[in-house]
């Protein structure tokens, strides 16, 4: 692999304990009680669960220097990246896990909440789950639905947990603030309890009626503003009001892309290692959440027309100027 190729690469914090997040002889219990042939999803999950073991990997700092490249990367996220720092730096070099406290991400559509929530997830490597509360009907994707109803299964967190490989995976809810629902149903209910350390530890999911270790789950949450948060969430969480890219900031993004594709694609290292100052500028009045397919296009254009430099008539005319919503949602 090429040093740029390497340099492209997501830095990632290193995996150094384990953590046990449920107890067998729970899931032994619950099967045992189960009457043959019958609740076939229910002893499949059970059964899942002993194969598979109690026992999850859980990441552990060894340093900063990690967040650097992000700190480059998401230049109107740096007051979150500052938040997450300090929190890495109480664990390092001690024998505590990794703990960060929920954050909710405030901002208008395309800021890059959600991409930072990926960004977040590859530096930790610990994979992600992700709830779109715009589109969600029912409280169960998150917390399970009874084993008693027809197509019940088991919450996002109760995959993610059983299903996975960490005890910390990242958790999106994204859109939280459009949480909708039955005027006698909270969608929001059981974040209640998760996002609780204390009560987080011995979460019970609906279907498998198992407590697992929630505990060290770390929770990202995007809303467009904060008035319709219920109070208990807002209390439970960090705030970040995330804010649109400046022009200079904007270029930073337009060049790191450049080079992430380039490094990315074999057909890359035909093109210029960096793009030119009037393509930059260019590139600065589109809007970030156009600016990949800008620079795909721009890249296409360019090697049709026999060239290795990336000029400002490759861009597409069509690409909408930036507006104040910031980078990729």
């Not at 969608?187 to 999911?205: C, I, N």
């Not at 156009?290 to 360019?302: H, L, Q």
């Amino acid at each position: 692999m090429s040093s740029h190729a390497i340099a492209c690469m997501p830095p990632r914090i290193p995996i150094a304990q384990m953590r046990r997040v449920f107890e067998v002889q729970d899931v032994e219990r619950k099967l045992a009680k189960l009457a043959p042939q019958e609740h076939e999803p229910l002893r499949s999950t059970y059964q899942r669960m002993l194969e598979k073991g109690p026992d999850r990997f859980q990441v552990k700092p060894s340093g900063l220097l990690s967040l650097d490249r992000l700190y480059d990367e998401l230049p109107n996220f740096h007051e979150v990246l500052d938040d997450i720092r300090r929190q890495i730096a109480l664990c390092a070099d001690s024998g505590d896990a990794l703990e960060i406290t929920p954050l909710l991400l405030l901002g208008p559509p395309g800021v890059g909440k959600t991409h930072f929530a990926r960004q977040l997830a590859q530096l930790l490597n610990t994979g992600m789950g992700f709830v779109s509360m715009s589109s969600l009907t029912a409280g169960w994707v998150l917390s399970g639905a009874s084993s008693q109803w027809k197509g019940a299964r088991p919450g996002k967190v109760f995959e993610a947990l059983v299903d996975g490989d960490y005890a910390n995976p990242v958790m999106v809810i994204d859109e939280i603030d459009k949480a909708g629902g039955e005027a006698t149903y909270d969608p929001l209910g059981s974040l209640y309890s998760l996002l609780e350390h204390d009560t987080a530890g011995s979460f019970v999911d609906e279907f498998a009626e198992v407590a697992v270790d929630a505990s060290q789950v770390i929770w990202v949450a995007t809303a467009n503003e904060a008035r319709s948060i219920p109070e208990p969430i807002l209390n439970r969480v960090n705030v970040y009001e995330v804010q649109a890219p400046d022009v200079e900031a904007a270029r930073r993004i337009a060049r790191r892309l450049y080079e992430g594709i380039r490094g990315q694609h074999d057909w890359g290292k035909r093109f210029d290692e960096t793009p030119s100052d009037p393509v930059l500028d260019r590139m600065a009045e589109v809007a970030p959440r156009e600016m990949r397919r800008a620079w795909m296009t721009a890249f296409g254009n360019a090697k049709l027309a026999g060239r290795a430099t990336v000029i400002c008539e490759d861009l597409p005319t069509s690409t909408a100027k930036r507006q104040p919503i910031g980078f990729m949602h």
